[in-house]
């Protein structure tokens, strides 16, 4: 008790005498006083009142590396506007003339294995992609700099060409956000060797299931998206329909054309690989009308075709509300109806397996991928998608319940729930890249 007190021997044994006199032996020992019992009651008070306000203020004395998650906590997702997507819509990048010189944008690509993180998206007390990112930054600056992703993937998921965004004040670079005359390429070369240092040093100072690579500034776009040709007159539409093109800055959610997704997958009688045991699902590939008891099923070329068909079913437009997950709880949060209308441009089945195993030893049996070219993803769209794909094959659901599912939904009585059919595992899915109009 003395030594965590940091008093000396003898105040130790004082102690000791104050509060069990008839078991202390030291030469120390007498009688306490009154003023000896006053001082150990206000020791004993001004150590609970101490404890106390260091529970109820414990953020704002944690170090700065651990503080981050409680000022992202209490500020930035206080902020967030309610998603649904995978893609959340900020329309935050509307240039006003007199603002291009505040603020300088940079835009990067990101590589990470999802597996020890629980998603992209910033949560409280929980190790997230996005947060990683922000803490480096953090570092970096010394203050809270936002990152934008393209895609918010869920926990377990991984990425291999996510696009994000940030934006650093003027005076945090050594170049002007503004160069009169200067072209695209101009502009990137003489930012080169500035993104080339920040990317380094970001890359040193996140983990290593996270790398970010292609650090660049940002392009400045002429768009006329969302305008409306009006005459201020009267409020009437003009006749020539002639819009006047806005100065925006590149944007990782609202400048994407589209997005590919693949989920990896076994049908063979096991994962073989434990190398791939959070890259790739093991799928029970006994499909209903095969004999439950016997040799394990052999996948036939017909089996595969059936499969090819029913995925090609996504293509196209079609409404997923189906798919989507949490659409009802979040459209309470919104206070508005989410537009569930998604159009897939292309779904491929590609063949992984290898006749003879590189090792000799490990089968690679049944390994398959499925590629999806999509606009926008629902939350657990893709897995959705990919789950309720397999239940057909399989036989479990009759494929006409799925066209049906697929429908647009003009009475609004489909949900969620009119799919019986469990989300795939999240280590199948990776999203592989987002495209833009650009070379990015």
Excluded at 98 to 112: I, M, P, T
Excluded at 258 to 272: A, E, I, M, Q, V
């Amino acid at each position: 008790m003395a030594r965590l007190l940091g008093m000396a021997p003898c105040h130790g044994a004082f102690f000791c005498s104050m509060t069990f006199p008839h078991q202390c032996n030291s030469k120390y020992h007498h009688r306490p006083t009154m003023a000896s019992q006053y001082l150990l009651i206000c020791v004993v008070f001004a150590s609970t009142i101490y404890l106390t306000i260091a529970f109820l203020d414990g953020p704002s004395r944690l170090s700065p590396h651990r503080r981050i998650t409680s000022d992202v906590h209490n500020t930035h997702l206080r902020s967030l506007s309610v998603s649904t997507d995978e893609d959340s819509h900020q329309l935050d990048d509307v240039i006003h003339p007199n603002d291009l010189g505040n603020k300088v944008r940079f835009r990067s690509r990101v590589a990470y294995c999802g597996t020890p993180f629980c998603g992209w998206q910033l949560q409280p007390h929980r190790t997230t992609i996005q947060g990683e990112i922000e803490k480096a930054l953090y570092r970096r600056y010394n203050r809270r700099i936002a990152v934008v992703g393209a895609g918010r993937t869920d926990a377990g998921v991984h990425a291999r060409g996510q696009a994000i965004h940030f934006d650093l004040f003027q005076e945090e670079v050594p170049f002007p956000s503004v160069m009169p005359n200067a072209t695209e390429s101009k502009r990137n070369s003489i930012s080169a060797d500035f993104c080339n240092e920040l990317q380094y040093s970001m890359n040193r100072m996140l983990r290593l299931e996270i790398r970010l690579f292609q650090l660049q500034l940002a392009p400045y776009l002429m768009t006329t998206k969302g305008q409306t040709p009006q005459d201020e007159s009267n409020g009437e539409e003009q006749q020539d329909h002639s819009v006047l093109p806005r100065l925006r800055l590149w944007h990782a959610i609202q400048s994407s054309t589209s997005k590919w997704y693949s989920y990896r997958f076994t049908l063979g009688p096991t994962l073989f690989d434990p190398m791939e045991r959070f890259t790739r699902t093991h799928f029970v590939h006994r499909p209903s009308f095969a004999p439950s008891s016997g040799p394990p099923y052999e996948i036939t070329t017909e089996d595969i075709a059936r499969l090819k068909s029913i995925l090609g079913l996504y293509v196209g437009t079609h409404d997923f509300k189906a798919f989507g997950g949490q659409l009802e709880q979040n459209e309470k949060r919104a206070g508005r109806k989410i537009n569930t209308i998604r159009t897939i441009h292309k779904v491929e089945l590609v063949n992984e397996s290898r006749e003879e195993s590189h090792l000799g030893f490990i089968g690679e049996e049944g390994n398959y991928r499925i590629d999806f070219l999509i606009e926008g993803a629902l939350y657990k769209m893709i897995r959705n998608m990919v789950g309720t794909a397999i239940q057909v094959w399989l036989g479990n659901m009759e494929q006409t319940q799925l066209i049906e599912l697929l429908q647009i939904d003009q009475s609004g009585v489909k949900s969620r729930k009119s799919n019986p059919c469990k989300p795939a595992p999240p280590e199948g899915l990776t999203l592989e890249c987002v495209y833009y109009d650009d070379l990015f």
